[in-house]
């Protein structure tokens, strides 16, 4: 693999009121089509060898259908977004007032949300897929997931080991980050790229 193009999900109803989604299955809201209408415009010179990967969740495998139509989707239950566990459903301020809330932020790296993972088993799954990508004959590799999942794979790539590395690094909907291969080194394209969305009118800053 040469090229590897991460492409976060359209905005949720539960993105737009705050809600932790992880495992849970909700799907597009209009503006989260909107935006994915917006990228299908942007990406429509995609070579048609490159191979288009995603999260099974619906607002993943729904943002690459309208951005990729008629494309085989290879879906991946390792490109799932972190599971919340008893967190999802609930925004922070409704997290906040469970005494399991403080101990789990305070170490969300190593330790397991209750019900759900860490983000270092997050990484672990999605480093596992990105290998056997990068094993794989494709050139280019295109992935539409999720921010958590697009975190700890540029972590991964970059090989940067700080816990703190994801409240580091924000990423909107439908960002586009790109990452270039050249032997052992890793180069990179562009991250968190909205342009496609400021063009079409979609206000970014909405998600």
């Known amino acids: 693999m040469r090229r590897l193009t991460l492409i976060r999900h359209g905005l949720t109803d539960w993105n737009a009121s705050g809600r932790f989604q992880g495992h849970s299955d909700v799907p597009l809201n209009e503006l989260g089509r909107k935006q994915a209408r917006s990228l299908a415009r942007h990406v429509s010179g995609l070579e048609p060898d490159a191979e288009i990967h995603a999260s099974p969740l619906s607002r993943a495998v729904e943002t690459a259908q309208i951005a990729f139509p008629g494309r085989e989707l290879k879906l991946d239950d390792r490109l799932r977004e972190l599971d919340f566990g008893v967190f999802e459903g609930k925004t922070i301020e409704e997290n906040g007032l469970s005494a399991e809330w403080a101990p789990w932020v305070a170490d969300a790296y190593a330790k397991r949300a209750p019900g759900g993972e860490s983000y270092s088993e997050l990484r672990t799954r999605a480093a596992a897929w990105l290998a056997d990508v990068i094993a794989s004959d494709t050139e280019h590799a295109v992935a539409v997931t999720h921010s958590g999942t ?54 970014p800053f909405l998600d």
């Not at 090989?159 to 994801?166: D, L, S, T, V």
């Open 150 to 203: 697009i975190q700890m794979l540029l972590a991964e790539v970059l090989g940067i080991e700080h816990p703190k590395w994801r409240k580091r690094l924000y990423l909107r909907h439908t960002s586009i980050s790109r990452l270039m291969f050249r032997g052992d080194e890793v180069l990179i394209e562009r991250v968190n790229d909205t342009r496609h969305l400021t063009r079409e009118g979609s206000d």
